[in-house]
């Protein structure tokens, strides 16, 4: 099994697409490689981490969805970013020609290598070669992207497009009294009737959603969302006040409660007629 990532087929096979849906758990994961050698506790790193956000969506294969899950942990490595962001702060040298040093998430210390945890403590006491960085790049951000393009071809060869919906968590005080945030980059990575769809089921199970406040869609939302070509994405950020005791980093008993909800949801979208959605 790759170190990078982990593909959760549906029963019965890992090349049948039964539905145009593809799931992605890109910051969930929680392997944290020897050479990171941080500065921070283990506690105080791990809220970096979508906690268990993969473990809420495990119902996914069941129908019929596949979802393909980053295993190393987002604060050594972020696959939902661009792999140029990288931040002149954290690298010792100079940067390639081609890096984005000047891009947002940079400047929040949040590139492709995190400068800082949540919370904005510093992750390392050490200036990183940039050998480090590139090696980490080439052994997972190339990896992961190279299986998640896999799986929208497949989407696409089956069914003529693909519906990516890339999962993730935000703390309860990013977006006080809103549950779900669906970020679609304003519109512009997935037609309209697909947040649409999600905002409405989640709606009908009770829970606030909001759209593109404070989180629009990251690095796979705008790099795979071109509804042009057939490849439609979404974004969904679930309050972690939800699921997960966030100082602890454990699951509270509303974790069942979520996780049976979001199967119910998870089966509604399985069903979708999909052509029909997005031709209308």
Same mark, same amino acid.
């Given at each position: ?7 959760r ?6 090349g ?28 105080r ?9 993969d ?22 490595l ?44 510093e ?5 990183l ?14 990896p ?6 896999r ?20 703390p ?7 549950d ?13 009737a697909? =947040? $649409?769809?999600?905002? +409405? /089921?989640?709606?009908?199970? %009770?829970?606030?959603t *909001? !759209?593109? &406040? ?27 006040g ?9 699951? =509270? $008993?509303?974790?069942? +409660? /979520?996780?049976?909800?979001? %199967?119910?949801?998870? *089966? !509604?979208l &399985?069903?979708t ?8």
């Amino acid at each position: 099994m790759s170190t990078a990532f982990d593909i959760r087929w549906p029963e019965g096979g890992t090349g049948a697409m039964a539905t145009p849906l593809v799931f992605a758990s890109p910051h969930s994961g929680r392997l944290y490689p020897d050479d990171m050698n941080p500065a921070l506790d283990s506690l105080r790193i791990r809220r970096s981490e979508d906690a268990r956000v993969d473990d809420l969506i495990g119902q996914a294969p069941a129908f019929g969805v596949p979802v393909i899950c980053a295993l190393t942990a987002r604060a050594y490595l972020d696959v939902n970013r661009d792999p140029t962001e990288l931040d002149p702060q954290l690298f010792a040298g100079v940067l390639p020609a081609e890096a984005n040093a000047l891009s947002p998430r940079v400047a929040a210390g949040l590139g492709v290598v995190a400068r800082v945890a949540s919370g904005g403590a510093e992750i390392y006491d050490r200036r990183l070669s940039l050998e480090e960085g590139l090696s980490r790049i080439s052994r997972l951000h190339g990896p992961y992207h190279d299986g998640l393009t896999r799986l929208l071809a497949r989407a696409r060869a089956a069914h003529g497009f693909a519906v990516l919906i890339d999962w993730h968590s935000m703390p309860q005080s990013a977006a006080p009294g809103v549950d779900f945030v669906l970020g679609d980059r304003f519109g512009g990575a997935c037609s309209p009737a697909l =947040t $649409a769809l999600v905002e +409405r /089921l989640l709606g009908e199970a %009770g829970y606030r959603t *909001a !759209r593109n &406040a404070p989180f629009a869609g990251g690095y796979t939302t705008e790099h795979y969302g071109r509804p042009d070509r057939q490849t439609h994405a979404l974004q969904v950020e679930i309050n972690r006040g939800l699921y997960l005791d966030e100082a602890r980093l454990e699951t =509270t $008993a509303g974790f069942g +409660r /979520l996780r049976e909800t979001l %199967g119910r949801v998870i *089966a !509604r979208l &399985a069903e979708t007629d999909w052509r029909l959605l997005l031709k209308g």
